[in-house]
């Protein structure tokens, strides 16, 4: 009863709803990243009146629990190269903690614009790539896979702290594109390397205040829930099946940032 007494300020509609999204947040996320499209709309429409920076935490820690639990699914199946996991993450975390410091001293809406052209071009390239991701592409040797990793984790780290929603999706195109990589092998790098981006954006989020832990709780659990989900359909499924949930996902954050640039 007590733990129900947290909510009684938020109304049945707007808990069911977070509860909802953050569950289908969680499935979306760990089949191919991009949760973050789902769950920060979410807060933003049922806690219109809340610091902006105070949404961005707590979905941080949400995504945070759903991300943690994908990649130990993914851990059982895929054998990772941790010299290249670890290096990456490193890079990753130390540019999300910079971003999230940044954050609160630049207008986000002033990248949109290039996020948005960014989402266009990936979308076309993936669609027109019928092969993109279904087989090991490239051979790298790696140092290289080192080097360019490297580069990948502080551009997309930094934009993980810094904004985040689509981090998940845009490691999983890095791993494919950049590095050669299957979808599902991707998809296991890239929540590994999330999670390391969340912990480390958290760290500001938290130190600030910035998150209502009552709201992060509840959208946790089913983050969660959605994540062992969508982690076992996607090992199952395999290279095509992510895919095809990639380029849905794509095009749904190009309707998002399209909206924000042009009618918002």
């Given at each position: 009863?007590?733990?129900?007494?947290?909510?009684?300020?938020?109304?049945?509609?707007?808990?069911?709803?977070?509860?909802?999204?953050?569950f289908?947040a969680g499935?979306?996320?760990?089949?191919?990243?991009?949760?973050?499209?789902?769950?920060?709309?979410?807060?933003?429409?049922?806690?219109?009146?809340?610091?902006?920076?105070?949404?961005?935490?707590?979905?941080?820690?949400?995504?945070?629990?759903?991300?943690?639990?994908?990649?130990?699914?993914?851990?059982?199946?895929?054998?990772?190269?941790?010299?290249?996991?670890i290096?990456?993450?490193?890079?990753?975390?130390?540019a999300?903690?910079?971003?999230?410091?940044?954050?609160?001293?630049?207008?986000?809406?002033?990248?949109?614009?290039?996020?948005?052209?960014l989402?266009?071009?990936?979308?076309?390239?993936?669609?027109?790539?019928?092969?993109?991701g279904?087989?090991?592409?490239k051979?790298?040797?790696?140092?290289?896979?080192?080097?360019?990793?490297?580069?990948?984790?502080?551009?997309?780290?930094?934009y993980?702290?810094f904004?985040?929603?689509?981090?998940g999706?845009?490691?999983?195109?890095?791993?494919?594109?950049?590095?050669?990589?299957?979808?599902?092998?991707?998809?296991?790098?890239?929540?590994?390397?999330?999670?390391?981006?969340?912990i480390?954006?958290?760290?500001?989020?938290?130190?600030?205040?910035?998150?209502?832990?009552?709201?992060?709780?509840i959208?946790?659990?089913?983050?969660?829930?959605?994540?062992?989900?969508?982690?076992r359909?996607?090992?199952?499924?395999?290279?095509?099946?992510?895919?095809?949930?990639?380029l849905?996902?794509?095009?749904?954050?190009?309707?998002r940032?399209?909206?924000?640039?042009?009618?918002?």
């Amino acid at each position: 009863m007590q733990f129900l007494n947290m909510y009684a300020d938020y109304g049945y509609a707007t808990i069911l709803s977070l509860i909802a999204l953050s569950f289908v947040a969680g499935f979306i996320d760990a089949i191919v990243g991009g949760g973050g499209i789902i769950q920060i709309p979410a807060l933003l429409i049922n806690l219109p009146k809340t610091p902006l920076l105070t949404l961005f935490g707590t979905n941080k820690i949400a995504a945070l629990a759903g991300t943690s639990i994908s990649a130990y699914q993914y851990s059982k199946r895929i054998k990772y190269n941790f010299k290249l996991l670890i290096t990456v993450s490193v890079f990753a975390a130390l540019a999300s903690y910079t971003g999230a410091k940044v954050v609160s001293h630049i207008h986000v809406n002033s990248l949109k614009p290039i996020i948005l052209v960014l989402l266009i071009s990936i979308a076309i390239y993936t669609f027109i790539k019928k092969d993109l991701g279904s087989v090991q592409t490239k051979s790298l040797s790696f140092k290289k896979q080192i080097v360019f990793g490297s580069i990948l984790g502080i551009i997309v780290g930094f934009y993980d702290g810094f904004f985040g929603p689509g981090t998940g999706s845009f490691f999983v195109l890095g791993f494919v594109v950049v590095l050669g990589y299957e979808f599902v092998e991707a998809s296991a790098y890239s929540k590994v390397i999330n999670c390391m981006t969340n912990i480390s954006a958290l760290v500001v989020f938290i130190h600030q205040g910035n998150y209502i832990i009552e709201i992060a709780i509840i959208m946790s659990i089913f983050n969660i829930t959605g994540s062992l989900i969508g982690s076992r359909l996607a090992l199952r499924k395999g290279n095509n099946f992510v895919r095809s949930i990639f380029l849905v996902i794509v095009t749904l954050m190009i309707a998002r940032y399209g909206y924000d640039v042009f009618l918002k």
